[in-house]
T-cell receptor
Framework: DAKTTQPPSMDCAEGRAANLPCNHSTISGNEYVYWYRQIHSQGPQYIIHGLKNNETNEMASLIITEDRKSSTLILPHATLRDTAVYYCIVRAAGGSGNTGKLIFGQGTTLQVKP | DTAVSQTPKYLVTQMGNDKSIKCEQNLGHDTMYWYKQDSKKFLKIMFSYNNKELIINETVPNRFSPKSPDKAHLNLHINSLELGDSAVYFC?????????????FGNGTRLTVT
């Protein structure tokens, strides 16, 4: 599974967009980019995932570069409740003997400030 | 309704005891997982079952024995508990093992071994 690199911590002002970067330069063509977050020792919460195209849902947007070597998670209007550890994960497609494991790294601690 | 529920939420026990943690999901998924989060907050996969068959066993000590009586349940039994087993254990589920299928996590069981 490809490895990801994230900054250990970031700050964001409440109401502003939070842009969380992730590098995954060794990603393979069939590997997905996933984002999860963990708020204060609760269970990891699924945010969004994508393969090649940019994705958007009610929580966030995922921008994947054309070469797929990096991505950015965007929280459009951060609130204090978005303070959490954000994990960027590259996940294999699964099938054909591949278990499609979700392997967590250290993540980025996002602190949203008033 | 809680999609992935774990019981108990907290478990305090002494070294040498045997304990079980239960997990149930009502999402209709066919794949379930156990993750361990230690004191350094590092999330690590332990086991995965797909259609009641073990597909991932991440060199976990054989004191840990998962059991999946049906697709909706994955229990974790731990024999001869040690201090180092103290951690938060998270259950998760997904539909299949494919990379396009997000995992959904429970809120964890905090195990403290004294």
């Amino acid at each position: 599974d490809a490895k990801t690199t994230q900054p250990p911590s970031m700050d964001c002002a409440e109401g502003r967009a939070a842009n969380l970067p992730c590098n995954h330069s060794t990603i393979s063509g069939n590997e997905y980019v996933y984002w999860y977050r963990q708020i204060h020792s609760q269970g990891p919460q699924y945010i969004i995932h994508g393969l090649k195209n940019n994705e958007t849902n009610e929580m966030a947007s995922l921008i994947i570069t054309e070469d797929r070597k990096s991505s950015t998670l965007i929280l459009p209007h951060a609130t204090l409740r978005d303070t959490a550890v954000y994990y960027c994960i590259v996940r294999a497609a699964g099938g054909s003997g591949n278990t499609g494991k979700l392997i967590f790294g250290q993540g980025t601690t996002l602190q949203v400030k008033p | 309704d809680t999609a992935v529920s774990q019981t108990p939420k907290y478990l305090v026990t002494q070294m040498g005891n045997d304990k079980s943690i239960k997990c149930e999901q009502n999402l209709g998924h066919d794949t379930m997982y156990w993750y361990k989060q230690d004191s350094k907050k590092f999330l690590k996969i332990m086991f995965s079952y797909n259609n009641k068959e073990l597909i991932i066993n991440e060199t976990v000590p054989n004191r840990f024995s998962p059991k999946s009586p049906d697709k909706a349940h994955l229990n974790l039994h731990i024999n001869s508990l040690e201090l180092g087993d103290s951690a938060v254990y998270f259950c998760a589920s997904s539909q299949g093992t494919g990379g396009n299928s997000p995992l959904h996590f429970g809120n964890g069981t905090r195990l403290t071994v004294t």
